[in-house]
Every structure is written in structure tokens, then in C-alpha cells.
């Protein structure tokens, strides 16, 4: 199974549509969650499943996750070690992307929160952003979305080990490489129902 068809598979199961590109409605910031909702998006005269509006073209966005997505494909499947290692230090910056996009976002819509955090210079925690942590915050999601934080952690300490040059952790494997694979999928769907369940506007 390719990288592709485990993220169409991880959000059907989440009745999260089957894009590889999540379409996102230029107005409310809603990314479409099940197949048909895409089609509504990506028809000119439909309104927003979320907002309503209508006469939009939905915007096609974020279509460099997917392109980073294959590659971590491609680099965890690989045989030379330097790819498998590339596929885990790609999947770390990817997520840590993603939680930089709806923190992003999240501000948009709160502007009081720029004005308490914009004066410090060090990249803000997302408890800082949304008063939670990832663990509080995806409370009521899916299962395997729920447990995702605890498989970040661990992925993002080798990951910081390895970049750190920690002889113990020299060699991120091709097990790691696979590990991030499984985890890809995860990935795009916690940054789709996070996305709509707090990055909304209106
Ligand atoms: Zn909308």
C-alpha cells in the first residue's frame, strides 16, 4: 500500500473524504470532511457545507503537505539508510508545520490572544495559543487521532536525539521509517478535525 492510499484509507475511516489535497472554503476556513463535501466545495455555484457561502472558488490549499507526504513515502520504502532517516526527520517537520498552520489560524480568528503573545520573542507553546494542551484539546476526537500525541512525542525524541548527535540514537531505522509512514495518515486527519473543530470563522 502506498503512502497515498494510507491517507485516503485514514480519512475515509474518519468520514474525512478521500482527498489527498484538503479543499479548504476561502471564507470560513472549513476543510471539506467527506466526499461530498468536496464536491461541494469544488462546485463554483454550492455553498460551503459549514458557512454557505457561495460563488467561491474553494481553494485548493495546502497541497505541499501532500507533496511531502509522498516523499516520506518514498524515503521510508527506500533501502539506503540516509533516506529512511530522511522520511523521519520529514514527518517531524511536517506535523510540527501543521501545528504551526492552526496556531496560525487559531490567532486569526482571536486576535486578543496576538496581542498577549506577540511581544516574546520564543515560539509559543500551542497550550500558549489555544489555553490547552494537544492531549486536552483532541478530548472528544477519534480513537487513533486521541493517540497520536503520545506516538508524536516518541517519534519527535529520536528524532531530537538524532539531530543532536546522541551516539544512541544514530541510527533511526528503517523501523522508525516505517513507524512514520503509519503515522502520516494520522497526521493529515488530526490537522483536518482540528482545523474545524477550533479554527473556524464564524
Ligand atoms: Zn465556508
Known amino acids: 500500500m502506498t503512502i497515498e492510499d494510507k491517507i485516503r484509507k485514514a480519512l475515509m475511516k474518519h468520514g474525512m473524504g478521500s482527498t489527498l489535497v484538503p479543499i479548504r472554503c ?49 524515503f521510508a520504502t527506500s533501502s539506503n539508510h540516509r533516506d529512511q532517516v530522511s522520511a ?3 514527518f517531524c517537520v511536517l506535523f510540527e508545520s501543521i501545528l504551526e498552520t492552526l496556531k496560525r489560524d487559531y490567532i486569526s480568528i482571536h486576535p486578543e490572544i496576538d496581542s498577549r503573545i506577540k511581544d516574546t520573542e520564543k515560539t509559543f507553546k500551542i497550550k500558549d495559543v489555544f489555553g490547552k494542551t494537544l492531549i486536552q484539546l483532541l478530548d472528544s476526537a477519534p480513537l487513533d487521532i486521541k493517540q497520536f500525541p503520545d506516538e ?21 531505522n528503517q523501523k522508525d521509517a516505517q513507524d512514520v509512514m503509519d ?20
Not at 502520516?184 to 482540528?194: N, R, V
Open 88 to 90: 523521519t526527520i520529514m
Open 152 to 172: 508524536w512525542e516518541t517519534i519527535r525524541i529520536k528524532r531530537n536525539n538524532f539531530m543532536h548527535g546522541h551516539s544512541g540514537y544514530l541510527y533511526l
Open 26 to 74: 476561502p471564507s470560513c476556513n472549513f476543510l471539506a470532511s467527506t466526499p461530498e463535501e468536496e464536491e461541494q466545495l469544488f462546485r463554483k455555484k454550492a455553498q460551503c457545507p459549514h458557512c454557505g457561502v457561495k460563488d467561491k472558488i474553494a481553494q485548493i490549499t495546502l497541497d505541499n503537505y501532500i507533496l511531502v507526504c509522498d516523499w516520506i513515502g518514498q
Open 183 to 202: 503515522l502520516t495518515p494520522k497526521a493529515i486527519a488530526l490537522f483536518i478535525w482540528m482545523n474545524n473543530k477550533y479554527c473556524l470563522r464564524s
